[in-house]
């Protein structure tokens, strides 16, 4: 049995701290398992130092919209900019591809409709155009631009698109389920991630409500997905779970609806959902083209969440807009995009010049 003896107890008490010392040294000289997977994830290279981290954040799930003629031109800048800081996002298309050598894959929305939709109906001549196109040259922009086959006023690929909606609720939840909250919004949507959180903060996932910039057609009372619309995991439940095989159904009904977002909205309120409107919260405006003046006293008023139709220029604008307020912890109103330094080529000074604020 080994005594432990005065000069054995300074012996192993000195290589206790060499040991502590090198560990020290090289935890502190090699990047972390965390730093590594985000300095090799394009989502994270672009973060923001300043990004919000509360305990919510976690529980956000983002499901992008897009279509594949113009994914290559939108999703890459999306993410660097207005979704640099979030966790969770996925695309859908109507197309399975990776961009960029497979930083950014995009699910196919429609690769689940059955067979005898797509059969008899002329929307998705572009779909199976699109998807051999893709499969024997690897370059789809020859279909850019292209036109409906009966329809020759719509673009083929608009016309596909109301078709994404319930499938893309369904497929998120499958890919990231039970989490709080799950945002909607298209490749061309700019979500102001400090205000999000903020006012997530207030709201309760357990309940039924789901969240847009509110309009109608045709009697239907509907979220505007360009603004972007937020369901509660409660909801999320209840549509993909408990009423399970609801884009299916609601594929024999598409015909009666122009556009997705309004068909979702309907399922939604079909089944005991109510919309809640927050514009100009949730707003369906780029940062040039919000109408400040008498008539629309809320744009002063209210913070700003989302917005829509932002070019790539735009949201590289907007997101050094940004970073560079210098109270980050106040939460950002659509009146101060027009009383900040804004470039004067940009976009966003000249919106602002408009209105007499320079």
């Known amino acids: 049995m080994m005594r432990w003896t005065p000069r054995s107890l300074s012996i192993w008490t000195r ?47 983002i499901a992008v919209k897009t279509g594949a003629t113009e994914a290559a031109a939108k999703i ?41 939709i797509m059969d008899n109906n002329r929307d998705f001549d ?122 299916a159904i609601w594929d024999t009904k598409l015909h009666e609806h122009c556009c997705g977002d309004i068909a979702l909205s309907a399922a939604l309120q079909e089944y005991g959902s109510v919309l809640d409107g927050r514009w100009p919260l949730i707003s369906g405006e780029s940062p040039w083209s919000m109408p400040f003046g008498p008539g629309t006293p809320e744009y002063r008023c209210w913070p700003s969440m989302t917005m829509h139709h932002l070019t790539h220029t735009g949201m590289e604008e907007f997101v050094e807009f940004e970073e560079q307020r210098s109270n980050k912890s106040v939460s950002q109103h659509h009146q101060g995009l027009c009383r900040n330094p804004f470039p004067h080529e940009s976009q966003l000074y000249k919106s602002a010049k408009q209105f007499s604020f320079y």
């Open 15 to 61: 290589a206790a701290v060499l040991a502590l010392l090198l560990f020290l040294v090289f935890s502190f000289s090699s990047p972390s398992r965390t730093e590594q997977s985000r300095s090799s994830s394009s989502s994270k290279s672009h973060r923001a130092e300043s990004c919000p981290h509360p305990a919510i954040a976690q529980r956000i799930v």
């Open 76 to 116: 890459p800048t999306q993410v660097k900019t207005t979704l640099r800081c979030a966790e969770h996002v996925f695309f859908f298309s109507d197309l399975e591809q990776d961009l960029e050598g497979g930083k950014y894959h995009l699910h196919d929305a429609l690769d689940t409709i059955s067979p005898s």
């Open 126 to 247: 572009f779909y199976k155009t699109q998807r051999d196109l893709w499969k024997t040259q690897k370059n789809i922009t020859s279909l850019q631009g292209v036109t409906h086959p009966t329809a020759k006023s719509d673009l083929a690929a608009w016309s596909l698109d109301k078709w994404k909606n319930i499938h893309i609720l369904e497929k998120v939840w499958t890919l990231r389920p039970k989490m709080d909250w799950y945002i909607f919004i298209d490749a061309d949507t700019y979500l102001v991630w400090s205000n999000l959180l903020v006012w997530l903060e207030t709201l309760d996932p357990t309940s039924r409500p789901f969240y847009g910039s509110a309009s109608t057609w045709n009697g239907i009372r509907y979220a505007h997905g360009g603004s972007g619309y937020i369901i509660p995991k409660a909801l999320m439940y209840e549509m993909v779970v408990k009423q399970e095989g609801i884009a």
